[in-house]
């Protein structure tokens, strides 16, 4: 794949290695502070999928006003959460962040790239085809092929977190009996045990698809489709 446009640069970076006195001590078990840290990335991660997903094609200004708001979500979801220090309030926002993101990138998907939609589009335009007949044809199978794809991909992104989202409310709701589980059975098996491990796994399969569909509708969006190939 080309390289990756600016707004998606920074959730590909990597975090800094784990360390004494950085993220905390390399340990199986986290504090408070750094169970903010663990699921605030998760949220501030959204919001940076939120500029690049309303910003693109905005003026100066309107991308302005997005990366506001981006700000003004991510600094109230960290402060109430701080505040009320409840993991449900962060659930549902990081849920209702990503369900946003993700049906405005459905919506630009279907107009973007549909060849009738796009066809419909040219009539009410009155644009006439630019192409030959023989090149339309191609670049309206070439769009369809992608569609598929993509239809292909989100499944299994949306799958993954769903399956994480319920092993970690099942870690919830059965963490007393869970912690015995995994003592009688001890390492390194009874890490399978560990629920909300699960979740990150699940998460981060699910983040991978995310951002090389949203990368894949960016440059779909700016109509260099052939530019890309996965």
Known sequence: MALYPAAFRLPSLDYPPSRKGFWGPVTSTINWCEELLDELSMIYTTCVMFYAT???????????????????????????????????????????????????????????????????????????????????????????NIIKTMYQMIPVGLGSIALGFFIWNLDNAFCPTLRQWRRAVGLPWGILLEGHGWWHIFTGIAQFFNLTWSIWLRYCFDGQQDQVEL
Request: aromatic share 10%; proline share 2%.
């Open 54 to 144: 309303f910003s693109h094609k905005r003026s100066a200004e309107g991308a302005l006003l997005v990366f506001a708001l981006a700000v003004v979500i991510a600094t109230f979801v960290t402060a109430y959460y701080y505040h009320i220090k409840d993991p449900l309030f962060h659930q549902n926002a990081f849920a209702l962040l990503t369900v946003v993101v993700f049906l405005r990138s459905l919506y630009g998907m279907e107009v973007s790239l549909r060849p009738s939609r796009q066809a419909k589009r040219r009539v009410e335009l009155g644009r006439a085809d630019a192409n030959d007949a023989t090149e339309q044809a191609r670049i309206d199978q070439r769009d369809r």
